[in-house]
């Protein structure tokens, strides 16, 4: 026994590449010493037939305990697939009633063999389909556990998991992040790859947020814990993964209503021939050759294998929406700022009114921008550079409207903000005046003086126009924008990327309501940034969110999660989504066809029981080498 025990440590240290789970390698350890014990049994009993062929109670006694350390847990499966009406468990019930009616039939050898070859090469079936979930396990392995703390000046490795929120930790060159925070020290490049399937790194520095699972590649960093390790949207990522993986699409509920009528129907025919014929050894044969492994792969095999191929690609399917739902879209919303463009405003105009210079306008909006983090302000204070301006303001940021600041010495006011806001102030702009700037405009006034306005607008997402005519040719009839922004700059961003219908100047409400106009004829599909868009994101019969890293609204309102900013991933999850759904139903046809197969040549004698134990797998092994193409397949075109 000592061997056996030594041969089954062996067998899981050579197995420790794989992605097996704790419970998983319990399994496999007590499946490894079972058939161990069962071929020593097996060698024995035929060993000491072959010397002492008149005892035959030795050989028997033999036979029967590796009979019953293989068939017993068969026998509990099958039982508990019995009571519970598991249809997962149906390979078990037709296996447990072959070795029992193989037993009682006299044929011991053949009552050991069946279920210790079906162990074995359903052993072979498990590690192909480990070999799909390379991707997905291998993501799950690259959290990093251990963390260097700074306490106070000396720096502490500790437990990840132990981290708190406003810690600091320092990320030397080479190691991965644990967490989710804040660069608040130092500069580097981020590998990025694993979350966002992005190849090139992101530069990150002061400010910048950092994620956990990513990798620290050439400079030491030391970042502020914005979340706890359970909380990281690594974490979260992690969780779904694990949950998708179980996905149940219509195909498999088509199975399960398959297998209420082929288990009755295997065990008629198996009985039917056992009457007629008058050979127990051929109904074994139906009843082994027709286990159903194929057709319990039929949509898990191609799943686990879309899961991979779109993990590689930073995206993450969450439901069965993405077969049942995505292969029909004929209709795509998007929203703008976010999507369609970066979400970055620049400065893209500059309009003085006479007798004031452009350098003038930029350098007193500047000097109030300074003090607030608005987009606006942002974007002025990025074109203004080395610009001088006067720093000596006491400003204030006043919400929906702009910025005001009052000089020293009280004789100045200086305003920046909108239309509306200058007006009720009294401040009189010139009808038309800056309507002809393209994008947001904010307007410079200096004590109730206009000086001139500012224009801003927003790069298109590079790739955006690309994916426009690769959904179009995939059948999508209509595109859609839905924004709250102006007509003007929003019908710009339309034309350059191809965009057919534009609906601006919307309210979330409206937006809804036009969505739901759009579903009266369409499938629809909406893709948003997931904050904003969250409601549109559900109402859609599928919804895609982008830049979900970071982000626990986008992964929890979406059906599908982009984790990187990369619009040609939305055609890119059509074609998979269809390339699989074909898989699916090919597995179909293949796994029924293969099983009708070999239950009409065990019905006429040309398989037999032990042959069947090994034949049976062709049709598990047929949906597995055809769910690999998904793995090979090219999506781009």
Same mark, same amino acid.
């Given at each position: 026994?000592e ?6 440590a062996n067998?899981?240290e050579?197995l ?14 007590r ?9 020593s049994? !097996?060698?024995?009993?035929?060993i000491?037939?072959?010397i002492?062929? $008149?005892?035959?109670?030795?050989? *028997? ?6 009979f019953?350390v293989?068939?017993i ?12 009406k ?6 078990e019930? !037709?296996?447990?009633?072959?070795i029992?009616?193989c ?8 009552s ?11 052993f ?10 390379d ?7 690259m959290?990093?556990?251990?963390a260097i703390?700074?306490d106070?000046?000396s ?8 981290l708190?929120?406003?810690q600091r930790?320092?990320?030397r060159p ?14 580097t490049?981020?590998d990025?790859?694993s ?8 530069s990150a520095?002061e400010?910048?947020p ?13 970042v502020?814990?914005q979340k706890?390790y359970?909380?990281t949207?690594?974490?979260?990522i992690l969780k ?11 195909e498999?509920r ?19 021939v ?13 009843l ?9 792969l039929?949509s ?6 879309a ?7 930073g995206?993450?399917?969450?439901n069965s929406k993405f077969i ?6 004929? *209709?795509?919303v ?9 979400g970055?405003l620049?400065l893209?105009a ?16 500047a000097?109030?921008?300074? *003090?607030?983090t ?11 550079g ?6 000596g303001?006491?400003?204030?940021e006043?919400s929906?409207?702009?910025?005001e ?5 009280g ?12 007006e ?6 010139p009808?038309?005046?800056g309507d ?6 904010s307007y ?5 003086? !206009? ?9 298109v997402?590079?790739?955006?126009d690309?994916?426009i ?23 710009a961003?339309?034309?350059?990327v191809?965009i057919d ?12 309501d036009r969505?739901?106009? !759009? ?6 599909l909406?893709v948003?940034d997931?904050i ?11 919804g895609i ?15 599908i999660?982009?984790? $990187?900013?990369?619009?040609?991933n939305?055609?890119?999850a059509?074609?998979l989504?269809?390339r699989t759904r ?8 293949l ?10 040549l ?23 080498? $055809?769910?690999s ?8 075109q």
């Amino acid at each position: 026994m000592e061997n056996i025990n030594n041969m089954a440590a062996n067998s899981l240290e050579s197995l420790s590449r794989d992605n097996l789970t704790s419970s998983g390698k319990k399994r496999l350890a007590r499946e490894i010493i079972c058939g161990a014990v069962a071929v020593s049994c !097996l060698i024995v009993g035929l060993i000491y037939s072959r010397i002492f062929p $008149n005892n035959t109670t030795i050989p *028997a006694l033999l036979y029967t305990v590796g009979f019953l350390v293989e068939g017993i847990p068969v026998f509990v499966a099958a039982v508990k697939g019995i009571v519970t009406k598991n249809l997962t468990n149906a390979m078990e019930i !037709l296996v447990a009633i072959a070795i029992i009616a193989c037993y009682f039939s006299q044929q011991l050898v053949l009552s050991v063999l069946i279920p210790l070859i079906l162990n074995v090469v359903h052993f072979l079936e498990e590690r192909s389909i480990m070999g799909g979930r390379d991707v997905i396990e291998g993501l799950k392995r690259m959290q990093q556990s251990t963390a260097i703390l700074l306490d106070g000046d000396s720096e502490v490795t500790v437990d990840a998991k132990t981290l708190k929120i406003g810690q600091r930790i320092v990320v030397r060159p080479g190691t991965g992040i644990p967490i989710d925070g804040i660069v608040v020290s130092g500069r580097t490049h981020i590998d990025q790859k694993s979350l966002t399937g992005e190849p090139q790194p992101a530069s990150a520095e002061e400010g910048d947020p950092v994620y956990a699972g990513t990798v620290n590649l050439d400079g030491r960093i030391v970042v502020e814990v914005q979340k706890e390790y359970v909380d990281t949207s690594f974490s979260k990522i992690l969780k779904l993964l694990e949950q998708s993986e179980s996905i149940s699409i219509p195909e498999s509920r088509l199975i399960d209503r398959f297998m209420m009528y082929y288990i009755p129907f295997v065990l008629a025919v198996a009985a039917a021939v056992a009457l007629i014929e008058a050979d127990i050894s051929r109904a074994i044969a139906i009843l082994v050759v027709s286990c159903p492994c194929g057709q319990m792969l039929v949509s898990s095999a191609p799943m686990i294998a879309a899961l991979s191929v779109a993990t590689k690609r930073g995206i993450l399917i969450k439901n069965s929406k993405f077969i049942e739902e995505l292969t029909e879209i004929d *209709a795509v919303v998007f929203d703008k700022t976010g999507t369609v463009t970066e979400g970055d405003l620049f400065l893209n105009a500059v309009n003085g009114v006479e007798g004031v210079s452009e350098g003038e306008i930029l350098a007193f909006a500047a000097a109030v921008a300074s *003090a607030s983090t608005h987009p606006v302000s942002r974007a002025v204070m990025v074109a203004a550079g080395e610009l001088e301006y006067d720093r000596g303001y006491d400003v204030k940021e006043i919400s929906g409207k702009g910025m005001e600041g009052v000089s020293a010495d009280g004789a100045y006011t200086l305003r920046f903000g909108n239309r509306d806001w200058m007006e009720s102030l009294g401040i009189a702009i010139p009808e038309g005046f800056g309507d002809d700037v393209a994008g947001s405009v904010s307007y410079v006034a200096l004590n109730d003086r !206009l000086l001139g306005c500012l224009g801003f607008g927003d790069r298109v997402r590079e790739g955006a126009d690309a994916s426009i005519v690769a959904l179009r040719e995939l059948g999508v009839e209509q595109t859609v924008m839905l924004t709250g922004d102006r007509e003007a700059p929003a019908s710009a961003i339309c034309e350059q990327v191809g965009i057919d219908t534009l609906h601006a100047g919307l309210l979330p409400q409206q937006k809804l309501d036009r969505l739901h106009e !759009l579903r009266e004829d369409h499938r629809v599909l909406a893709v948003g940034d997931g904050i904003n868009d969250a409601l549109a994101l559900r109402e859609a019969d599928v919804g895609i969110a982008m830049g979900a890293m970071g982000s626990d609204l986008a992964i929890q309102s979406a059906d599908i999660a982009l984790m $990187n900013n990369n619009l040609q991933n939305i055609p890119f999850a059509i074609r998979l989504a269809r390339r699989t759904r074909s898989i699916v139903y090919q597995n179909l046809g293949l796994s029924i066809g293969i099983s009708v197969l070999m239950i009409a040549l065990s019905a006429f004698g040309v398989i037999s029981a032990l042959a069947g134990t090994v034949l049976h797998n062709f049709g598990a092994f047929a949906v597995l080498l $055809n769910s690999s193409r998904l793995l090979r397949g090219k999506f781009d075109q």
